[in-house]
């Protein structure tokens, strides 16, 4: 039922798009949806104006991708384009640069003019050396300026991983580059002395939170795509081949899909390295008797899943794979079905341990290192004090997040629990898309197989 109705939902999205591929511009929105994300910005700045620059060029012969926030507010894929948005004349105005040198290299782009405005839904596209003239008015405005501080997010990044970067660059002695961002602080503070600058990342960050119903969809397909890559992964797995044939598989079938790229680096890892979360060198090759973990998904048009599998490198799982798999999927499953909205997450992590603690009781053990691993499982969970289940999905892997106890409809995250067993060095890691509605869940993911019969079945195929 997902592959039947996922791509028919997303050929309505684009049947709502111009009628002509805009260039450089990300129109698996309507203009509309855009303009409608930019008018909660206005209602959250009042009469302050933001500002936002895209990024730059990549320094090398690599495609260019938006950063998060200014694609996720416009659409515009144009490098180092500027956008402002007027809260209190509730309009919005990008600064492009002269795109004709790259134009000629790389096919139409957006320009300054009336052509920009009808393609994107923007109030006006000025030369960028316009900007000047505005940035020169603000000093001796009262109206605060809002403008992103946390470092850009571009691909198969998230906001951690480029606030980290950021930070141990600036902090470095050899090195000591402020991020882009303090430096464009830096500039508007010197180019509009008493300016008075805030932080737009924790608006746009409660915007993004939840999705609209045309993000919803566009996930659904990120995740289509991600199963129908990793389901041909475990088609390919054998003993003798390596783990990066494993991820050239998936990729194959993301790229065939129309993705722009990968969501995260490709996370194939076989027996021994599995103890490692994000092991990703795919160096390793296959061998009989392996369970293989995989975990790789697709940026497709600047959205992503995130999925992860385990199956074993022969096709079947050995008695002790089964029951080492089975008695973690079952506690994995604990988890998942106590998951509902508008439930502290304390309260689901409690019920959920009480079917883990049925799950231990009705299960027959016959190896202690696996007994030990399953009951230090259920223990982390007992005594957890956590308010998340897991990490949200979106535009970034790791997405933005929201502080509260429950789960909202709308929102879209991934479980993953680990089980491991240290002294054997092997782990097992399942991770499943999971989008919140008002009367429960769905599991984007479902039909990625995990049962075993599901899974070897899958690879007999």
Do not use: C
């Not at 002695?173 to 430096?183: C, F, K, L, Y």
């Not at 992964?233 to 494993?246: F, I």
């Not at 502290?344 to 290192?369: H, L, N, Q, S, Y």
């Not at 060095?425 to 898309?433: F, I, P, T």
Request: proline fraction near 6%; aromatic fraction near 10%.
């Amino acid at each position: 039922m997902l592959r039947a109705l996922a791509p028919f939902a997303v050929a309505l999205l684009l049947t709502q798009a111009p009628e002509v591929a805009a260039p450089w511009f990300n129109r698996i929105f309507p203009v509309d949806e855009y303009q409608a994300r930019r008018a909660k910005v206005y209602a959250a700045i009042g009469d302050g104006i933001a500002i936002l620059q895209g990024a730059t060029e990549r320094p090398s012969e690599s495609p260019f991708r938006q950063n998060s926030q200014f694609v996720y507010l416009t659409g515009i894929e144009v490098p180092r384009a500027i956008a402002v948005l007027d809260g209190r004349a509730k309009t919005t105005t990008v600064y492009l640069p002269d795109n004709s040198r790259r134009a000629r290299q790389y096919g139409p782009l957006l320009e300054a003019g009336e052509s920009t405005v009808k393609t994107t839904g923007v109030d006006a596209a000025l030369p960028r050396e316009q900007f000047d003239s505005l940035v020169a008015t603000l000093g001796t405005s009262p109206r605060p300026v809002f403008t992103p501080h946390r470092a850009e997010v571009l691909g198969s990044g998230s906001g951690g991983d480029a606030a980290g970067w950021a930070r141990a660059t600036a902090s470095d002695p050899w090195d000591g580059r402020p991020s882009r961002e303090q430096a464009f602080i830096d500039k508007l503070k010197a180019k509009a002395p008493g300016i008075e600058l805030r932080d737009l990342d924790p608006v746009l960050d409660q915007l993004r939170f939840v999705k609209s119903a045309r993000e919803i969809e566009v996930v659904r397909e990120a995740t289509r795509i991600t199963g129908l890559g990793i389901m041909q992964a475990m088609r390919e797995a054998k003993p003798g081949v390596y783990e990066y044939e494993l991820f050239a598989a998936a990729e194959y079938i993301f790229r065939r899909h129309g993705a722009q790229g990968a969501a995260y680096f490709p996370l194939s890892a076989t027996g021994r390295n599995t103890i490692y979360s994000h092991y990703h060198r795919g160096a390793a090759k296959l061998a009989d008797g392996d369970l293989v973990q995989f975990d790789y998904a697709p940026d497709w048009n600047y959205y992503v899943s995130d999925v992860t599998r385990v199956f074993p490198a022969s096709g079947h799982f050995t008695p002790w794979q089964r029951e080492w798999y089975t008695v973690y999927l079952r506690l994995y499953q604990s988890l998942m079905t106590s998951i509902q909205p508008g439930v502290p997450v304390r309260e689901i992590i409690a019920d959920a341990v009480k079917k883990m603690d049925a799950v231990m009781a009705g299960f027959r053990f016959t190896d202690t290192k696996i007994e030990a691993a399953a009951k230090q499982f259920v223990e982390r969970y007992r005594t957890s004090k956590a308010n998340s289940l897991g990490h949200s999905i979106g535009i970034e892997v790791h997405d933005v997040g929201r502080t509260g106890e429950t789960l909202v409809p709308g929102q879209i995250f991934t479980i993953e629990p680990a089980m491991q067993i240290p002294e054997l060095s092997l782990g097992l890691r399942l991770e499943d898309a999971i989008l919140i509605t008002a009367t429960g869940y769905e599991n984007l993911s479902a039909f990625v197989p995990v049962e075993i019969a599901d899974i070897e079945r899958a690879m007999r195929r």
